[in-house]
């Protein structure tokens, strides 16, 4: 099983930036990993995702401002955000899908993540 821990989450003003972290334990070699956020009565969205072998992609409502990136030997996963708005304001989660065998691309599909972590809190407000 995979199991993550999170953290990163804070209350900041808008226009200011937060790096989300996401240590992952039990995770193959191959792997998809992503941030999806979910604010109060909305619908879970992804956010970023990453791939170990295919590269990334990001929502159109947060291109040009936030960043994923990983880190292979401490198998972390980062979501570097800038230019915070409180349209940002949400619970954000970790998720994972890995394989020794097979090689994923990055996606912002909920269903193509089985594994899914608790949340950490991102606060946009003035």
């Known amino acids: 099983a995979v199991h993550f821990e999170e953290s990163g989450g804070d209350s900041v003003q808008p226009g200011g930036s937060l790096r989300l972290s996401c240590a992952a334990s039990?995770?193959?070699?191959?792997?998809?990993m992503a941030w999806f956020r979910q604010a109060p009565g909305k619908e879970r969205e992804g956010a970023a995702a990453?791939?170990?072998?295919?590269?990334?992609k990001y929502a159109d409502s947060v291109k040009d401002r936030f960043t994923i990136s990983r880190d292979s030997a401490k198998n972390t996963v980062y979501l570097q955000m800038t230019s915070l708005r409180p349209e940002d304001t949400a619970l954000y989660y970790c998720?994972?899908?890995?394989?020794?065998?097979?090689?994923?691309?990055?996606?912002?599909?909920?269903?193509?993540?089985?594994?899914w972590g608790q949340g950490t809190q991102v606060t946009v407000s003035s």
């Open positions: 039990g995770l193959s070699s191959k792997y998809r």
């Open positions: 998720a994972a899908k890995s394989s020794d065998w097979y090689t994923f691309e990055p996606t912002l599909r909920a269903g193509d993540y089985i594994d």
């Open positions: 990453i791939s170990s072998t295919h590269g990334s």
